[in-house]
C-alpha cells in the first residue's frame, strides 16, 4: 500500500530523530458532538483548527495516525512565497484576483512568524531563500520569472550571474540565481507539534489513530471511526493524498484531482560550520528550477538536508541514499564523500495544474489539499481562508475555489503509468 512505504521510509528521518514526541489523543472511542469536524492533523488541518478556535467554534480534530505523520512533519522544511504554478491559474480570474492572491502568498510566510511569536514555538526558523539555474535556458527563464513579480507586484529579488553567483552559493553546477529575503525555512516536524500544542490549549479536540472511514453528508455531517464518531455542523477535509487511502468513501470525488508523489531528502552527519558558510554564506534554502527539481538547506545543527529525486510511480526508488548522495556531491564536490546518517521522504499532492484546490462539496463540507510543494506556508493561509468561508466571509476563500481543476487523466488504473511518462519527458528536457 502507498501508506506504508511511506511510513516506513519515514521511520529514517531526521525530524522524527531531532524531536521528543509526546501523544496528542487517544483514538476516539465515544460519539461526540461538535461545531467543526476537521479531518487531518498536519499543517492545513491544524491552521483551521486554530483559526476556528479563535472565533469561538468548538473544533474536533481526527488523524488517521499521529500529529504531522504526513507530508506536513518530513518535508524540505522551506516556506516560499508565491505558487508552485505560478500565478497564471490566479490571473484568469482577472488582475484584482492575481494580486490578492499574490498578497495572500506573503501573508502566508507572514503568519508563520505571527504563530511561532504568539504561541511560542521552537522550530529553527531562517529567513533567505534562493533559486538558481543550472543552464543558460533555465538561467533565461529564472531571470524572466523575477522581471515578472517585480513589475507585476514590486516584489524584489537579487539576481545573480557569473562570479557573483558563488558569493551566494560555492558549487560549479549554477550559472545563475536569484535571492530574496521574505521566503526562507524552517524544522517542519517542532513546527507541526508546536501547531498542535497550540491547537489544545485553545480548546481544540485531538484524537489520533482515528482514521475517518465513513462521512454521511446533510445538514449535519456524521463522521464514523472504527470505535466512535463525530456530529458536526461544519467540516474540512484536510487529509490530502493519505484521505482515500484511509478512507476511500469519505470524498471520492476528490482523489483524482490531485496525485501522490514521492518525494525523498537525506541528512548528512554534523559538518564543519566554516565549510556550511563556505557552502550557502547567507544560510538560505535553496531550490533550483528544473521541473523535477532539487531542494536543500542546512539544518540549525549544520546537517546538508538535501532533497529531491521524485518518484511518480508511488515506489521508493532503489539505491536512494547512493542517488541522492551522488546528487548531493554534484552541487556541492566538498560533500562528495561526507556521511549520510539519514534518508526519509514520502508522499505529497499535487494538482494537474500545480495550483492550491480548495473548495466545498455541498454548503457545509469543506477540503484543502493540492498544495503541491509550497505547504509549508500556504497550509496555514489556507486555515485562515477556511475559517473566515465558515463565518460567512467568503471572498478570500473563493480566490482559490474559482481556480478551474482538471482530474489527472487516464481514471484509477492508467493517471499513475501516465503521469510516470510525462515526467520522463521533463526530465528529459531538464538536461537539454
Known amino acids: 500500500m502507498l501508506l506504508d512505504s511511506d511510513t516506513q521510509l519515514n521511520q529514517k528521518s531526521y525530524y522524527e530523530a531531532s524531536v521528543h514526541r509526546v501523544s496528542f489523543g487517544a483514538p476516539l472511542q465515544e460519539n461526540i458532538h461538535t461545531d467543526v469536524l476537521v479531518v487531518g492533523a498536519g499543517f492545513a488541518g491544524l491552521s483551521s483548527a486554530i483559526e476556528l478556535a479563535k472565533r469561538g467554534y468548538k473544533v474536533v480534530v481526527l488523524e488517521a495516525d499521529r500529529v504531522c505523520s504526513g507530508a506536513s512533519g518530513r518535508n524540505g522544511g522551506q516556506a516560499i512565497a508565491g505558487y508552485a504554478s505560478g500565478q497564471d491559474p490566479f490571473g484568469q480570474q482577472g488582475s484584482a484576483a492575481a494580486r490578492m492572491a499574490w498578497d495572500m502568498s506573503l501573508e502566508a510566510i507572514d503568519l508563520i512568524d505571527e504563530r511561532i511569536a504568539e504561541f511560542n514555538i521552537e522550530c529553527d526558523r531562517v529567513d533567505g531563500y534562493m533559486y538558481v539555474a543550472d543552464s543558460a535556458r533555465k538561467a533565461k527563464a ?3 520569472d523575477m522581471q515578472s513579480l517585480r513589475d507585476s507586484y514590486g516584489f524584489e529579488t537579487r539576481f545573480l550571474t557569473g562570479a557573483q553567483v558563488g558569493e551566494y552559493i560555492d558549487s560549479p553546477l549554477y550559472c545563475a540565481a536569484a535571492f530574496e529575503k521574505r521566503s526562507g525555512h524552517l524544522h517542519p516536524l517542532k513546527y507541526g507539534l508546536g ?9 481544540v ?8 472511514i465513513g462521512l454521511k453528508r446533510g445538514r449535519a455531517l456524521i463522521a464514523t471511526t472504527a470505535q466512535g464518531s463525530v456530529n458536526a455542523s461544519w467540516g474540512v477535509l484536510a487529509g490530502n493524498c493519505t484521505l482515500g487511502e484511509f478512507g476511500p468513501a469519505v470524498a471520492p470525488e476528490l482523489s483524482a484531482r490531485i496525485m501522490p508523489v514521492g518525494t525523498y ?3 548528512t552527519g554534523v559538518l564543519d560550520s566554516a565549510l556550511c558558510e563556505r557552502l550557502i554564506p547567507s544560510n538560505a534554502a535553496v531550490c533550483d528550477n528544473n521541473f523535477v527539481l532539487d531542494y536543500f538547506r542546512f539544518s540549525a545543527d549544520k546537517r546538508m538536508l538535501f532533497g ?3 518518484s511518480y510511480s508511488t515506489r521508493t526508488p532503489n539505491q ?10 554534484d552541487v556541492f564536490p566538498a560533500l562528495k564523500n561526507v556521511p549520510v546518517e539519514f534518508v526519509w521522504g514520502g508522499f505529497v499532492d499535487i494538482s494537474m495544474n500545480r495550483a492550491p484546490d480548495f473548495g466545498r462539496l455541498g454548503e457545509n463540507l469543506f477540503y484543502l489539499q493540492g498544495f503541491s510543494g509550497h505547504g509549508v506556508a500556504l497550509t496555514g493561509l489556507a486555515g485562515r481562508v477556511l475559517a473566515q468561508a465558515v463565518a460567512g466571509q467568503a471572498e478570500r476563500f473563493d480566490v482559490f475555489a474559482q481556480v478551474r481543476h482538471r482530474k489527472f487523466p487516464g481514471g484509477a488504473l492508467l493517471r499513475t503509468p501516465s503521469l510516470v511518462i510525462g515526467m520522463a519527458y521533463h ?3 531538464d538536461k537539454l
Open 142 to 144: 529564472l531571470e524572466a
Open 308 to 310: 529531491g529525486r521524485v
Open 205 to 212: 479536540q485531538i484524537f489520533e489513530q482515528s482514521a475517518v
Open 195 to 203: 501547531l498542535a500544542r497550540a491547537a489544545q490549549a485553545l480548546g
Open 427 to 429: 526530465q528529459l528536457m
Open 320 to 329: 536512494l541514499k547512493e542517488i541522492m548522495a551522488k546528487r548531493m556531491g
Open 265 to 267: 531528502i537525506i541528512g
